[in-house]
Nanobody
């Protein structure tokens, strides 16, 4: 069974940091591009960042530039999203998702169940 499982969400004050992890089971991430997406209450889901199977980065949300970084560890079959200088507008359910192939397509084949991130004072 192919699964993506996110972890690391939680509540943090503005300016704080969180690190989300996405672990794959049932398949290897080596040949997949992995993206992080988020959905805030009352809003459509949007892309945040994506990392290709070769390590190339695609930024979907300009608002995270300079604050969020994405990385992958193929040996551990995981992808991480480091989020610094968090703002209340970053509050959302964060999903990791995978698409087959070298490049980030924005149209994932597999989705995780999501993890809640809340930024509030």
């Amino acid at each position: 069974q192919l699964q993506l499982v996110e972890s690391g969400g939680g509540s943090v004050q503005p300016g704080g940091s969180l690190r989300l992890s996405c672990a794959a089971s049932g398949f290897t991430l080596d040949y997949y591009a992995i993206g992080w997406f988020r959905q805030a209450p009352g809003k459509e889901r949007e892309g945040v960042l994506c990392i290709s199977s070769r390590g190339g980065i695609t930024t979907y949300a300009d608002s995270v530039t300079g604050r969020f970084t994405i990385s992958r560890d193929n040996a551990k079959n995981t992808v991480s999203l480091q989020m610094n200088s968090l703002k209340p507008e970053d509050t959302a359910v964060y999903y990791c998702a995978a698409n087959w192939g070298y490049k980030c397509t924005g149209s994932p084949d597999y989705w995780g169940q999501g993890t809640q991130v809340t930024v509030s004072s």
